[in-house]
């Protein structure tokens, strides 16, 4: 009977595990295709993730091999890489909006900056954001407290003015603070802004490179002021927009509420009427 009892217990472990582990499967393949998903949502081009790992116990997500495609036109498969991303969130943070990452660590990231008919590939990747947002495919937002890029390289290719050869920038260390904690950006940002926020000021790090031609400096940080600007505006968009659905909401509801109230004192006055004539008919 004990060796029974043992064997069921046994068993029990057993399913307890496997069953575990699907669910860990899963997961990793939901937040993979989510990421995805919404990353391709987000920027009007094509997202590719490789792999996601969900740890339900220390509060972190890895995200290997992602990837954007370059907008059209432009030479290079993709126009942004990164090797791995790491981000301390909780589960249960993964279901809120918006959604509150303590901080992204992004390891081996790859930039290309392209030059066609000149316009760069980062203005031409602002242009490809989707200009609204449907009830129905609205992607999540963020609030990112410190993301830290390491290992990142930066890639001019030939099609500026003066530039022959392609030029590789290997970057120091950086950190892009206080993502979507700004005033205005309302409930956190778009996978958009986080992604163009880090490829902006890899671009801008590398501007300053030696290793690039000072007349290619000026016109990278002439290109990029207008980017950061433009970003801007796309934010305040978006907030003034969520602001006046706010407003029509408060404005429904008050109406409502003014609906109901005016409802409730007819139908007051109407008891009073009735209660009046009933004691008035009385002998």
């Known amino acids: 009977m004990i060796k029974k009892l043992k064997w069921v217990v046994v068993g029990v472990v057993l399913l307890v595990v496997v069953a575990v582990v699907l669910v860990i499967v899963n997961l990793n393949s939901i937040v993979r295709s989510g990421v995805q998903s ?10 590719k993730l490789d792999s996601a790992s ?13 990837g954007v495609a370059s907008p059209a036109g432009f030479a290079a498969q993709r126009f942004m890489e990164v090797g791995r991303l790491g981000l301390q969130v909780g589960y249960s943070e993964l279901r809120s909006d918006p959604i509150r990452v ?5 390891d081996k990231p790859r930039l290309v900056l392209e030059q066609k008919d000149l316009k760069l590939n980062l203005a031409a990747v602002l242009e490809s954001i989707p200009p609204t947002e449907t009830p129905w495919a609205t992607p999540p937002k963020l609030i990112v407290g410190v993301i830290t890029v390491k290992g990142a390289e930066v890639v001019i290719r030939p099609g500026f003015p003066g530039l022959a050869q392609e030029i590789v920038v290997a970057l120091p ?3 892009v603070e206080d993502i979507g904690t700004a005033e205005d950006a309302l409930n956190g940002v778009a996978i958009k802004q986080v992604v163009l926020a880090v490829a902006t000021e890899m671009a801008r790090q590398a501007a300053t490179s030696d290793k690039v031609p000072p ?10 002021a207008g980017i950061k600007a433009r970003l801007g505006g796309v934010i305040k968009e978006q907030v003034d927009k969520a602001r006046d659905q706010a407003q029509r909401q408060l404005d429904q509801t008050t109406g409502q509420v003014k609906d109901a109230a005016g409802r409730a004192t007819d139908d007051a006055q109407k008891a009073v009427k009735e209660g009046l004539g009933g004691l008035l008919k009385k002998p």
Do not use: R
């Open 38 to 47: 919404a990353a391709t949502a987000s920027l009007g081009l094509e997202a």
């Open 54 to 66: 969900v740890s339900l116990l220390g509060g972190s997500v890895s995200l290997s091999g992602f």
């Open 173 to 175: 260390d950086l950190t």
């Open 102 to 106: 303590g901080n992204i660590s992004v």
């Open 215 to 224: 007349e290619l400096q000026a016109l990278l940080s002439g290109d990029l």
